[in-house]
């Protein structure tokens, strides 16, 4: 039975103070969690340090929003996955839509980052997911299949299990157009099998697959209770302890 993981990547926003007290907010609701539910914070860089202190045994997970695959050197303005883990990350978000489209990063990176932040001792939470021009020429499993596979070249089947995939349909992130139930447990389910061709079925079946891309308290339940539906990565509706915990209560 998979755990259902909850993570709010909470992109560019709120400043330190503004930290402190989401996770004030946050850190109140989180008592009422179930066993076998997992909740991840991911804040920007500048607050880590300060985030890790005030969910030190919450149970919370602390998770960064990008790293470099790099160990250390010339790379102004870049972060390494030591410095991730020095400020007690366990978790980084790689891959995602806006790193991919703003910053133009290409699977082939992805995959660099992947393996470093693994190599290191962080789990990432890989996110793929196709746009709209994409769904609406029919090739969304078409570019599932390539973010998935390109992304994971050279992971073994023992690094996989520290992987979180995260589908999040481009046209549904930050639009309020959640991808129905039924649009993403269709593609989640593709995901695994994929998984399952490149893996096995054991490494298939205990994948962890979040849905991102407008999830809400209200839609939370129905999204989560599809059967290949392991968890939510929520952008906007985290940035508020309310809606984030109104999620995480919903399963
Ligand atoms: P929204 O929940 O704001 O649509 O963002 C989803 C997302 O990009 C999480 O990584």
Not at 129 to 153: C, H, M, P, W, Y
Request: negative net charge; glycine residues 10%; proline residues 3%.
């Amino acid at each position: 039975m998979r755990k259902k993981v909850i993570a709010g990547n909470w992109k560019m926003n709120n400043d330190l103070n503004q930290s402190v007290e989401l996770i004030a907010g946050i850190k109140n609701k989180i008592s009422s969690l179930k066993n076998n539910v997992e909740v991840i914070v991911c804040p920007p860089f500048t607050s880590l340090e300060t985030t890790a202190a005030l969910i030190k045994n919450t149970g919370i997970g602390l998770g960064a929003q990008n790293m470099h695959f790099e160990e250390s050197g010339a790379f102004t303005g870049e972060i390494s996955a030591k410095m991730l883990l020095s400020v007690g990350c366990n978790y980084v978000i790689l891959g995602h839509s806006e790193r991919r489209a703003i910053f133009g990063e290409p699977d082939e990176l992805i995959n660099l980052k992947l393996k470093k932040a693994l190599s290191s001792g962080l789990n990432p939470i890989f996110c793929i997911g196709e746009t709209l021009a994409e769904r609406e020429n029919g090739s969304t499993f078409d570019i599932v299949k390539k973010q998935v596979t390109n992304g994971l070249v050279g992971i073994s089947s023992d690094d996989l299990k520290k992987v979180i995939i995260a589908y999040e349909p481009v046209w549904a992130i930050g639009t309020g157009k959640t991808a129905s139930p039924a649009q993403a447990q269709e593609v989640h389910v593709y995901i695994r099998r994929l998984i399952k061709e490149l893996y096995s079925a054991d490494s298939a079946e205990n994948i962890i697959i979040q849905y991102g891309g407008s999830v809400k308290p209200g839609n939370a339940a129905e999204l989560l209770n599809q059967p290949d539906i392991d968890g939510a990565l929520v952008g906007g509706a985290c940035l508020e302890a309310e809606s984030f915990a109104g999620i995480f209560t919903a399963i």
